[in-house]
């Protein structure tokens, strides 16, 4: 198995930005694809991000394109995701999961993941 622990969330003026990061256990993350979920209060938690084991390919939810960045140091064994220009509608609880999708489709679901850490908590104030 493989541990997770999410950090860099907290409270952010719209239009700011903050730089989450996710910290992984053992020696397995370079074969891991790797995602970032969110879950705002009343629901579901929804796919924000993902990049292949690689490190190659991307994806992005339309609601966070051209905002977002996700990206991998496989050397550290951290996922980050760098949020810019952000909105109160981006309030929720960030969740990053690993695991082994095996199409696009269940790249953007949680079902996709067999690894999830506890969340980081962000906050965007108007």
């Known amino acids: 198995q493989v541990q997770l622990v999410e950090s860099g969330g907290g409270l952010v003026q719209a239009g700011g930005s903050l730089r989450l990061s996710c910290a992984a256990s053992g020696r397995i993350f370079s074969i891991y694809d790797m995602t970032w979920f969110r879950q705002a209060p009343g629901k579901e938690r929804e796919f924000v991000a993902a990049?292949?084991?690689?490190?190659?390919?991307?994806y992005y939810a339309d609601s966070v394109k051209g905002r977002f960045t996700i990206s991998r140091d496989d050397a550290k064994k951290t996922l980050y995701l760098q949020m810019n220009s952000l909105k109160p509608e981006d309030t929720a609880v960030y969740y990053c999961?690993?695991?082994?999708?095996?199409?696009?489709?269940?790249?953007?679901?949680?079902?996709?993941?067999?690894?999830w850490g506890q969340g980081t908590q962000v906050t965007v104030s108007s």
């Open positions: 999961a690993a695991g082994s999708p095996t199409s696009d489709s269940i790249t953007r679901s949680r079902n996709g993941y067999d690894h």
């Open positions: 990049i292949r084991w690689s490190g190659v390919r991307t």
